[in-house]
């Protein structure tokens, strides 16, 4: 059966964590996996996170099925970050809410859905963009191609590239949209520039499916969503993957949600049954644990306050060692500007490292970089930073 298969190529960053483990250096770097790390290198457990989850200790009564689309109250808890408690297209019923195990979970989710309904269509990504998004949209049964994104040149937005590509995709196709905290680049729109992609979705008729995994790892869990109030208030039907991974913590739990926007309550639930066909055929119904904690903490008022004063926390971190990093380079007499590091978002820089000084940062240093540049800021620690900066320049 297995006679002629040769061996997958290694997943691009769960490959590079493969290396890692096996480089024997003792002050070895991995940049790579998007976790995020405390000043000990270590991704730790939220306190908000310990506290539900003893709570859940005492309260627990049973380990029965969820229902297909999990549990209501995480539903609602997922909708409350996305749109906000008060926001009044949640109480005219036109957002359905599944649970699903991670945000990965919810694109291929979301990706089986659409295939059922527009199986010619193909599915537009950013260039570059995750890289487990044309894989998931491939294996689902879409064509997948690229809109234009990351201008290297100014390591910014090609604004004006992306524009003219998105006026012109068909009708019926659909278009990943990072949020914000772009993965991989840092680079996000502004809000004008988001105004201005609302519009483009309304007159070309393509549909938006909003790949959303780090809400509040940019400016703040409320002005992070603004751009699905902008497509919410033209009364778009538009698709939302979110995760609970980096915000939470709950990198192992596997905890997300697929969320849907109809123009009413009607078409709302007649577009989430089929969504909750397509889980029945995948993975039947999710687990519980990991969105029984965020239920937990999004219900409780100290606890959540608790929760977004540690993810404020986190942000303000990474924003530190963006600025340290650029300040240590620049003391190092490198000559670029890297001062486009301090202006990007969230976890991840590119950081204008080409293909050849990547590979001699993981050969001369065993400093480990995802291929393209791509460097994991929130995994930076103190005492690798000086070490990071010697190698950068070294390479440069």
């Given at each position: 059966m297995f006679e002629d298969l040769s061996p997958a190529p290694p997943d691009a960053i769960l490959g590079l964590t493969d290396a890692f483990q096996s480089d024997p250096h003792p002050e070895k770097i991995n940049l790579g996996v998007g976790v995020f790390k405390d000043d000990a290198g270590q991704t730790p457990v939220l306190t908000s996170v310990k506290k539900a989850e003893r709570i859940l200790l005492e309260r627990e009564t049973s380990k029965s099925y969820l229902p297909i689309s999990g549990s209501p109250q995480y539903a609602k808890g997922a909708q409350d970050l996305l749109f906000g408690k008060d926001h009044p297209f949640l109480a005219a019923g036109r957002v359905k809410t599944a649970q699903t195990p991670g945000g990965t979970g919810g694109l291929r989710?979301?990706?089986?859905?659409?295939?059922?309904?527009?199986?010619?269509?193909?599915?537009?990504?950013?260039?570059?963009?995750?890289?487990?998004?044309?894989?998931?949209?491939?294996?689902?049964?879409?064509?997948?191609?690229?809109?234009?994104?990351?201008d290297a040149e100014s390591r910014g937005l090609d604004f004006d590239g992306m524009s003219t590509a998105l006026a012109n995709i068909p009708a019926g196709d659909i278009v990943i949209l990072h949020v914000c905290c772009h993965n991989p680049t840092g680079v996000d729109p502004t809000e004008a520039q988001w105004q201005k992609i609302a519009d483009l979705a309304e007159s070309a008729g393509w549909i938006p499916f909003f790949d959303f995994a780090y809400q509040g790892f940019g400016a703040s869990v409320e002005a992070d969503r603004r751009p699905l109030h902008l497509f919410a208030e033209r009364e778009l039907d538009f698709l939302v993957s979110s995760s609970c991974s980096k915000n939470f913590g709950l990198y192992n739990e596997r905890t997300g949600a697929f969320t849907l926007v109809a123009q009413n309550a009607e078409r709302a639930d007649a577009a989430f049954s089929h969504v909750k066909k397509a889980i029945r055929s995948n993975y039947s119904n999710p687990p519980r644990h990991g969105g029984a904690i965020v239920?937990?903490?999004?219900?409780?008022?100290?606890?959540?306050?608790?929760?977004?004063?540690?993810?404020?926390?986190?942000r303000k971190r990474i924003r530190f060692l963006r600025t340290e990093l650029v300040r240590g380079l620049h003391q190092r007499g490198v000559d670029a500007d890297f001062s486009y590091i301090e202006q990007q978002n969230g976890m991840f820089s590119f950081s204008g490292l080409n293909e050849t000084q990547v590979k001699r940062l993981r050969e001369e240093h065993s400093i480990y970089i995802v291929g393209g540049g791509r460097i994991n800021v929130a995994g930076i620690t103190s005492d690798a930073l000086d070490r990071l900066c010697d190698a950068v320049a070294s390479v440069l």
């Open positions: 989710v979301g990706a089986d859905f659409l295939h059922l309904f527009y199986p010619r269509a193909t599915v537009w990504v950013s260039s570059p963009t995750w890289a487990n998004h044309k894989a998931i949209f491939t294996s689902a049964g879409f064509p997948v191609k690229e809109y234009p994104y990351y239920e937990t903490i999004l219900a409780d008022e100290a606890l959540c306050a608790e929760w977004l004063g540690e993810l404020d926390g986190m």
